[in-house]
């Protein structure tokens, strides 16, 4: 059977794994899963109830860490994750510092309020955007100044080669561009300009475009 990813497309981890299963070329179906209405049954693939989840003939796992590890022992060409014992440990920090430090903030503080409330009658009133740039000024510029000295000089964040860090890091990114926040360019030149590449690359570009219509706030930011 064709492998079937549960998810919603706006995800930044459903995301992450759908950059991954395109750079792999791996076949599969994303069934839509909403997290927060899900469909009966879905705790059996996803005991936790949160997206991603993922089924092929052999396993049925939840975590994008997780399924990605996996897919990664069966699917190693071309490898996502750096040979090196330092470059892949810190491959997989910097995917752990974006999944459990920056999408908390950047989704329930940014994303949240000012993509998925007014879809729901939660208006961005005066006080909702107030709120929404302490959390940028309080919590997301210490994280892009510390993305942007992991970055250093290089194309990717670890080693010569495009890994999970980077997909980690781009998906968060695109929550961020669909509500109209962008990375100063000034401020984080690196960053900047390694998110302007992702974006427009052939695996991000594709993901963004299906997302746009439906979740992008940009025009109205
Ligand atoms: N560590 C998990 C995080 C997944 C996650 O938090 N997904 C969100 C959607 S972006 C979710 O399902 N939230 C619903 C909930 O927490 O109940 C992963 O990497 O897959």
Same mark, same amino acid.
């Given at each position: 059977m064709s492998a079937i990813l549960y998810g919603a497309n706006v995800s930044p981890f459903v995301r992450k794994v759908r950059a991954y299963l395109a750079l792999k070329g791996i076949d599969y179906t994303l069934e839509p899963v909403n997290p927060f209405d899900p469909p009966a049954g879905y705790r059996d693939i996803s005991p936790l109830g949160k997206i991603p989840a993922w089924r092929d003939d052999d396993v049925t796992l939840a975590d994008s860490s997780v399924i990605l590890l996996y897919l990664e022992r069966r699917h190693p060409a071309p490898p996502l994750y750096p040979r090196g014992d330092a470059a892949w440990a810190q491959a997989l920090w910097l995917e752990e510092y974006i999944d459990s430090g920056f999408m908390p903030k950047a989704g329930g503080g940014v994303f949240f309020p000012l993509v998925l409330?007014?879809?729901?009658?939660?208006? @961005?009133?005066? !006080? @909702?955007? +107030?709120? @929404?740039?302490? @959390?940028? +000024? %309080?919590?997301?510029?210490?994280?892009? +100044?510390?993305? !942007?000295?992991?970055?250093?000089?290089? !194309?990717?964040?670890?080693? %010569? +080669?495009?890994?999970?860090?980077?997909l980690a890091v781009a998906s968060a990114h695109v929550n961020l561009w669909h509500a109209g926040v962008d990375v100063d360019a000034a401020t984080y030149p690196r960053l900047a300009a390694f998110l302007a590449r992702q974006f427009a690359g052939a695996t991000f570009q594709p993901l963004i475009d299906e997302e746009a219509g439906t979740w992008s706030r940009r025009d109205n930011a």
């Open positions: 409330g007014p879809m729901m009658q939660q208006p @961005v009133t005066d !006080e @909702v955007r +107030a709120k @929404v740039d302490q @959390v940028i +000024a %309080d919590d997301l510029q210490p994280m892009w +100044a510390y993305l !942007e000295s992991q970055l250093g000089d290089g !194309e990717f964040f670890v080693g %010569d +080669a495009l890994s999970i860090a980077d």
